[in-house]
């Protein structure tokens, strides 16, 4: 079993210092496997933010946690046109990372992480060929047991956004993303970007979208909330390439909660929410208890 925690949108600059140092300790208690921050590190990516969030990503592998990390539209200047249009991402690639489309892979999981950040929009997301022939080179040498989880800052699909069932956009050159992510064998298609928390088969969502499960994360730190969500990020069991396990962690104003478990199972064709068996809510249970022991 892969331990994931996923956050999202964490937004140095307009973010809340003592929620920042409860996700530290969360995750120093629980110690996932790999901590995946699926984009916007900086609220307008500043020197000085991307210093604050360089920090934070130090200590959370000064640790000993693994993490994957990947921009978000936010991390592009918005204001400072010269460096937004000739170096987009140099601020990012300083601070956080050279790698814009990071891998992990271990007995059970395999993750890519693709950039969908561009200078030529403000908040949409965008996917290119390159990038979608990487996800069939990669995936592709993948042994067939393992799960393959493709993360990226705006959704490959239109997101359910509010309360009057429309929806959002869905990431640039869709069609060719969405039958890449298929052609490329995806279970998981991890995201934020809304900061909204969702989970669903893909196939309910788009007719031809493939096998994948689409999970949305939350603003992990940030204080610019949307549809009265607090704070939060997932946890997730991947057990195997057809069982995972979901919780929220939610802020409730002094600490971060774990939420019910939620599990889906992949039957072959596509994902459906099942109950846990009694063993099964007796372990979250336990886990519960032992990682607030104390």
Not at 267 to 282: K, V
Request: with cysteine; proline share 3%.
């Amino acid at each position: 079993m892969t331990r994931i925690a996923h956050l999202s949108d964490i937004h140095f600059g307009a973010h809340e210092e003592k929620i920042v140092a409860a996700t530290e300790a969360w995750l120093q208690k629980r110690r996932p496997d790999l901590v995946i921050i699926s984009g916007d590190f900086t609220q307008r990516a500043r020197e000085d933010q991307f210093r604050a969030a360089s920090a934070y990503l130090n200590r959370l592998r000064a640790a000993g946690l693994k993490v994957l990390a990947i921009p978000g539209n936010h991390d592009v200047p918005l204001y400072d046109v010269l460096s937004r249009f000739a170096a987009p991402l140099d601020r990012y690639k300083r601070y956080i990372g050279n790698d814009l489309c990071p891998w992990f892979e271990d007995d059970q999981v395999a993750v890519l992480g693709i950039n969908t950040a561009r200078s030529l929009t403000i908040k949409d997301g965008r996917i290119n060929r390159e990038q979608i022939a990487l996800m069939h080179e990669r995936f592709a040498k993948v042994a067939e047991h393992k799960t393959r989880i493709l993360v990226t800052h705006h959704p490959l699909f239109a997101m359910p956004i509010g309360e009057g069932g429309g929806l959002s956009e869905a990431v640039g050159r869709h069609d060719d993303a969405v039958k890449g992510a298929c052609a490329a064998g995806v279970h998981l298609a991890l995201a934020g970007h809304f900061h909204r928390t969702y989970a669903e088969a893909a196939s309910k969502m788009v007719e031809t979208a493939g096998s994948a499960l689409v999970i949305q994360a939350g603003t992990a730190t940030s204080t610019r909330l949307r549809n009265s969500e607090p704070q939060s990020f997932n946890w997730l069991h991947v057990e195997r390439r057809n069982e995972v396990a979901l919780q929220v962690i939610a802020w409730n104003g002094a600490s971060f909660q774990d939420g019910d478990e939620n599990r889906f199972h992949f039957d072959g064709t596509a994902w459906s929410m099942t109950r846990p068996s009694a063993a099964e809510q007796a372990r979250a249970a336990a886990e519960h208890l032992g990682a607030h022991a104390g």
